[in-house]
T-cell receptor
Framework: AQRVTQPEKLLSVFKGAPVELKCNYSYSGSPELFWYVQYSRQRLQLLLRHISRESIKGFTADLNKGETSFHLKKPFAQEEDSAMYYCALLPASGANNLFFGTGTRLTVIP | ETGVTQTPRHLVMGMTNKKSLKCEQHLGHNAMYWYKQSAKKPLELMFVYSLEERVENNSVPSRFSPECPNSSHLFLHLHTLQPEDSALYLC???????????????FGEGSRLTVL
């Protein structure tokens, strides 16, 4: 069965410091991975997807199939990055369910 | 109004009550979803509708009854709930089923349900 694990419930970093939010998954096939973000008083929204290989708001995430990880990284954290971050997995084609982790609350300290 | 709108935002009900949650999307999407978010647990998919047809029902108790009268509206009818059903219920939509598109879901702000 598929599972998404975000080991850190809370993560605090200073402004300008690098940040890495961890995500590990268990799935026997080739999944698609996503990061969703929820800023204060806003709704949950897509941040980035691994197949796009894009950088959004300075964030990147690389899918490591050997380590079954999809960590989210940013070299210099900004205060506006403070939010709740969720890693999500879409199993092989035909599945209609995004499996979410429990989320990590990132606080960037000024 | 644009996006995904959920009403009510907060609901308190007794175990014998019958109530409904409403979701409306103004994005022209074909698929709609109900998710449950409980404290310290991942989002759990409850129901998926595509073009008003239910395509997924993840072993949800029958005290939760979805209804999708058209592609813009989705309801979750609640009856004889239990205190453990207290949670944030999120509605989402996507252009097509998440498996057929980019995996992007558009979420509402949620309905916070408390069952006494």
């Amino acid at each position: 069965a598929q599972r998404v694990t975000q080991p850190e419930k809370l993560l605090s970093v200073f402004k300008g410091a690098p940040v890495e939010l961890k995500c590990n998954y268990s799935y026997s096939g080739s999944p698609e991975l996503f990061w969703y973000v929820q800023y204060s008083r806003q709704r949950l929204q897509l941040l980035l997807r691994h197949i796009s290989r894009e950088s959004i708001k300075g964030f990147t995430a690389d899918l490591n199939k050997g380590e079954t990880s999809f960590h989210l990284k940013k070299p210099f954290a900004q205060e506006e990055d403070s939010a709740m971050y969720y890693c999500a997995l879409l199993p092989a084609s035909g599945a209609n369910n995004l499996f979410f982790g429990t989320g990590t609350r990132l606080t960037v300290i000024p | 109004e644009t996006g995904v709108t959920q009403t009510p935002r907060h609901l308190v009900m007794g175990m014998t009550n019958k109530k409904s949650l409403k979701c409306e999307q103004h994005l022209g999407h074909n698929a709609m979803y109900w998710y449950k978010q409980s404290a310290k647990k991942p989002l759990e998919l409850m129901f998926v509708y595509s073009l008003e047809e239910r395509v997924e029902n993840n072993s949800v108790p029958s005290r939760f009854s979805p209804e999708c009268p058209n592609s813009s509206h989705l309801f979750l009818h609640l009856h004889t709930l239990q205190p453990e059903d207290s949670a944030l219920y999120l509605c989402a939509s996507s252009q097509d089923l998440v498996s057929a598109n980019t995996g992007e879901l558009f979420f509402g702000e949620g309905s916070r349900l408390t069952v006494l």
